[in-house]
């Protein structure tokens, strides 16, 4: 079944910083899709314990598609071709999801394809508690090209900080559906989830999905 990119009316995007845009609901329209995909994609690849580089627990779980994938476990730290817990090649990335993406950084200013055309998506799931500390996206190969934050479930309180760790910090909730699209000066700057705070969603139960599409090992064409 084919869908449309957008079938709704979704809110204007939202400026949050210079080069960061909050596009509110704008994945709501087609959660049942987005949940879909990503089942397909863990129907393949579960969800697994992820570590630091130091090697520490990581309160979130992860799974990847597409041509790279973030590992996070005490085997590899970084982006692989494959599970370093399986040796085998990530899942493909779903045509749905990664259409939705570029559709998406396009509506926050950024050229879609072949513009922003990534080749990793990297899924971390929330359970209640879970949370993230304040860090910044730095070992992908172009830093010109933009990330796209999809969240999913439950919502949370994402810390948005500046291009210093010790920067001030500022919070905001994100809803379930909310885009979050950040490149240009905004690119590097250091974010974090608080811990997720109780709750069901009718959808994903006592969880959020976090989906961030990234172009790990190409070239951005802006």
Not at 130 to 154: F, N, Q, R, W, Y
Request: neutral net charge.
């Amino acid at each position: 079944m084919t869908l449309p990119l957008f079938d709704a009316e979704p809110l204007p995007p939202q400026v949050i910083a210079d080069g960061a845009v909050l596009l509110r609901g704008w994945a709501a329209v087609h959660a049942h899709a987005w949940i879909a995909a990503v089942q397909q994609v863990l129907a393949q690849q579960p969800f697994q314990a992820a570590f630091t580089a130091s090697g520490l627990p990581m309160s979130v779980r992860t799974s990847n598609c597409g041509e790279w994938g973030w590992a996070a476990s005490r085997s590899g730290y970084g982006y692989t071709r494959s599970d370093p817990a399986t040796g085998m090649p990530w899942p493909a990335m779903p045509t749905f999801l990664k259409q939705q993406a570029q559709a998406l950084a396009a509506q926050a200013g950024y050229p879609g394809y072949p513009g922003f055309d990534p080749d990793v998506c990297l899924i971390n799931s929330y359970d209640v508690g879970a949370k993230m500390g304040l860090h910044h996206d730095a070992d992908e190969k172009d830093h010109a090209a933009p990330i796209v934050s999809v969240s999913l479930g439950l919502p949370c309180t994402f810390v948005w900080g500046g291009l210093q760790r010790s920067d001030p910090v500022r919070s905001f909730r994100l809803e379930h559906g909310d885009v979050l699209v950040w490149g240009g000066a905004s690119r590097m700057v250091f974010h974090g989830v608080r811990p997720l705070q109780a709750g069901q969603h009718h959808l994903l139960g006592a969880q959020r999905w976090n989906l961030t599409f990234r172009m790990a090992q190409r070239s951005y064409r802006g």
